[in-house]
T-cell receptor, first 117, second 115 residues
Framework: GAGVSQTPSNKVTEKGKYVELRCDPI?????LYWYRQSLGQGPEFLIY????????DSGLPNDRFFAVRPEGSVSTLKIQRTERGDSAVYLC???????????????FGQGTRLTVV | KQEVTQIPAALSVPEGENLVLNCSFT??????LQWFRQDPGKGLTSLLL?????REQTSGRLNASLDKSSGRSTLYIAASQPGDSATYLC??????????????FGQGTILTVHP
């Protein structure tokens, strides 16, 4: 596609429910990142995929958070037993080559605004 | 662990002014630096990317510099316009240790340019 696409753009859920957030990276991009942004803060790293595997998941806050990228393209961020503190904008980014390759640039989606009530 | 600080947190200027946004970082083991723009309720738009071996990049009215020795980057905006109003974020792609491959962001500078 023309850019990184995230769905849904907004999600309101009740505390304790399960949610899935989807990211469609730019076609051909091998690297995919998830970030979380709270109001007034910069984006906070959650997890990084290189291809199908999670190269670094050290930013996931706890075991309620999980992400997959089974075919090396679309990724889904899954949150179990949601809490009000999970409310934030979840951003996805993709890159043509692994971060660290010369002149690699990250492209971000519009984000999914998650509100847990 | 990379820590990134942006100063000022907010800036309000009249149209036409030249302005400088500052970003400092603690770990010089970086691959590159990106400056992003974020409009309210929107995602991040990449403005400029500087490789660690470079010192500056220019795009139109924007100029970004990188000084690894002092741990600083600046974004210079010339002849500011109301349409420049947004949050500006700097981010560093870390090259070393446990932060390898992570893009670490500052908190952002909220810029308002009034007519």
């Amino acid at each position: 596609g023309a850019g990184v696409s995230q769905t849904p753009s907004n999600k309101v859920t009740e505390k304790g429910k399960y949610v899935e957030l989807r990211c469609d990276p730019i076609s051909g991009h091998t690297a995919l990142y998830w970030y979380r942004q709270s109001l007034g803060q910069g984006p906070e790293f959650l997890i990084y995929f290189q291809g199908t595997g999670a190269a670094d998941d050290s930013g996931l806050p706890n075991d309620r958070f999980f992400a997959v990228r089974p075919e090396g393209s679309v990724s889904t961020l899954k949150i179990q037993r949601t809490e009000r503190g999970d409310s934030a904008v979840y951003l996805c980014a993709s890159s043509l080559l692994p971060f660290g390759t010369f002149n690699t640039e990250a492209f971000f989606g519009q984000g999914t605004r998650l509100t847990v009530v | 662990k990379q820590e990134v600080t942006q100063i000022p947190a907010a800036l309000s200027v009249p149209e036409g002014e030249n302005l400088v946004l500052n970003c400092s970082f603690t770990d010089s083991a970086i691959y590159n630096l990106q400056w992003f723009r974020q409009d309210p309720g929107k995602g991040l738009t990449s403005l400029l990317l500087i490789q660690s071996s470079q010192r500056e990049q220019t795009s139109g009215r924007l100029n970004a510099s990188l000084d690894k020795s002092s741990g600083r980057s600046t974004l210079y905006i010339a002849a500011s316009q109301p349409g420049d109003s947004a949050t500006y974020l700097c981010a560093f792609l870390n090259a070393g240790g446990t932060s390898y491959g992570k893009l670490t962001f500052g908190q952002g500078t909220i810029l308002t340019v009034h007519p």
